[in-house]
């Protein structure tokens, strides 16, 4: 069963300044708990303890096996008290928070993601998805983005938190480093040019804004292209922007398709 310092412990990571302290975050689910326990790259996500039900336990014995990590059988009911899902499933684990590291060189030849200020955990965790499938490794965000940990973040990765290499930097002074002045640097706008007429670098920094403001000005001196999207709606009052998020999924798409 979850003891009562257990429980406190999972719902006390709910708060960044307790995933901070105890570095751990929670994964939910059985496709989440697989593939941080399959033995697969997951940069220093290490599972460190997981809570079941039992017929989760009998299932998965030598997935358990290979975690090397502690199992607790629980209830379903002693799971929904301590889970941050609407429809709680049938094991829940810790997971230790790998040591953060700040590497500017390793994003010299490589695609990398960018992002400004991004708020919604939901956009966070489905963008890392996005990049996973797109074979796009590389992530930075502006410090003031949500937290990587944050339990809604974690549960829309479906699993490449533990694949996308995530770093929280200043992008001005990022895209000024010696290691990166000679990248191109794709500015996402509502103006620009049209992505389905534009010729992409091999590893170029696509920078993406905040969901309400996009982009702030201050990004212009550093960028080489402005692309954006083009709208096909034949309406004067169709939507006025994309979500970030599938934003990301059209860009990566063509992206790929054109190299």
């Not at 940069?43 to 990590?69: D, S, Y």
């Not at 403001?213 to 709606?233: A, C, K, R």
Request: net charge neutral; aromatic share 6%; glycine share 6%.
């Amino acid at each position: 069963m979850i003891s009562s310092t257990q429980s406190k412990l999972i719902r006390s990571l709910r708060q960044k300044k307790f995933r901070d302290q105890h570095k751990l975050y929670v994964a939910e689910g059985e496709k989440m708990v697989h593939e941080l326990t399959s033995g697969q790259t997951n940069m220093g996500h290490r599972v460190k303890e997981i809570f079941a039900t039992a017929g989760w336990i009998r299932r998965n014995e030598e997935l358990a096996e290979q975690a090397g990590c502690t199992i607790t059988e629980a209830s379903p009911e002693a799971i929904k008290k301590v889970s941050n899902l609407v429809a709680p499933q049938q094991v829940i684990a810790l997971v230790s928070i790998p040591r953060e590291e700040r590497n500017a060189t390793i994003l010299r030849h490589v695609p990398v993601l960018a992002f400004e200020d991004i708020r919604d955990p939901g956009n966070l965790g489905t963008i890392l998805r996005t990049a996973d499938w797109f074979g796009i490794r590389h992530v930075v965000c502006t410090q003031e983005s949500v937290d990587l940990f944050n339990p809604k973040v974690v549960q829309a990765t479906m699993g490449a938190i533990a694949r996308v290499h995530v770093q929280y930097l200043p992008l001005e002074e990022l895209l000024h480093l010696p290691e990166l002045v000679s990248k191109p640097v794709y500015g996402t706008f509502l103006r620009g040019e049209n992505i389905y007429d534009f010729s992409f670098a091999p590893d170029p920094v696509i920078l993406f804004g905040n969901e309400s403001h996009g982009l702030s000005d201050h990004y212009h001196q550093v960028i080489t292209h402005n692309i954006t999207i083009p709208s096909f709606s034949d309406s004067n009052h169709g939507s006025e922007s994309l979500n970030v998020a599938a934003s990301v999924a059209v860009v990566c798409s063509e992206f790929r398709r054109r190299l």
